[in-house]
């Protein structure tokens, strides 16, 4: 569902023996869930200063909203701002299902009792949401600088792979009219033509 993006062509083919755990895959995998994990680790001490189930309703709440949020984060390899917010409705749907359902469950009185969840007050609902909304700027400023830095090598790639073909495409010329002269020469020789060196200089110039 999600749109195809300009870069597409200029990435390298996936290797048909590679797994799609890779290590490049498995390594992002275990660095987004550290940021989580931290996340509603913090969540979770703050609220022990009050006492343990609300301690574990802020743990709930931050893993939950930090989750629906990291659903952005899965969309592309590119940062929020390149492959566009609002882009994938269906992303942006799920996203808010997801957290008016977890507002029902921390809010509605029957589904509080239900899900073992105890109120929490304004500040602890800001922590919450400060919390899992780090986990999007982390990992969104960590694809940024990846991307910038794979647009850099791109576009260093193009610049020498050009000159490269420039500088064959130069040696081929002047192989061709080196080619060209002597057998012009040699033309000229079985005519009869005696050239001098001066004169053999003279024709190079005007091909060379």
């Known amino acids: 569902m999600e749109k195809s ?6 990435e390298k083919p996936r290797k048909t023996d590679e797994s799609l755990l890779n290590r490049s ?16 680790m913090g969540a979770y001490l703050y609220g022990l200063q009050s006492d ?5 309703t802020m743990a709930f709440a931050t ?18 701002y390149q492959a566009g917010v609002f882009s994938n409705r269906f992303s942006v749907a799920a996203f ?4 008016a359902l977890l507002h029902l469950v921390l809010f509605v ?7 073992l969840i105890k109120p929490l007050s304004i500040s602890q609902l800001a922590l919450v949401d400060l919390f899992a909304l780090l986990v999007v700027l982390i990992v969104q400023l960590r694809k940024s600088i990846m991307y910038k830095q794979r647009r850099f090598c791109q576009g260093h790639r193009i610049k020498i792979t050009t000159e490269v073909y420039l500088i064959e495409a130069n040696v081929y ?16 020789n079985k005519c009869g033509y005696n050239l001098t060196w001066q004169c053999r200089q003279d024709l190079a ?3 060379l």
Request: proline share 4%; net charge positive; hydrophobic share 50%.
């Open 25 to 40: 895959t498995l390594l992002q995998i275990g660095f987004e869930g550290m940021i989580i994990a931290l996340c509603t």
């Open 109 to 115: 009185p029957f589904l509080q009792g239900m899900f």
């Open 173 to 188: 010329a002047s192989k061709s009219t080196v080619s060209v002269v002597q057998l012009l020469f040699g033309l000229l």
């Open 5 to 10: 993006h300009r870069d597409v062509l200029r």
């Open 96 to 99: 808010l299902i997801g957290a």
């Open 205 to 207: 110039s005007i091909f």
């Open 52 to 56: 343990p189930a609300r301690a574990s």
């Open 63 to 80: 893993i939950c909203l930090a989750r629906l949020l990291h659903g952005f984060n899965c969309r592309s390899e590119s940062p929020l």
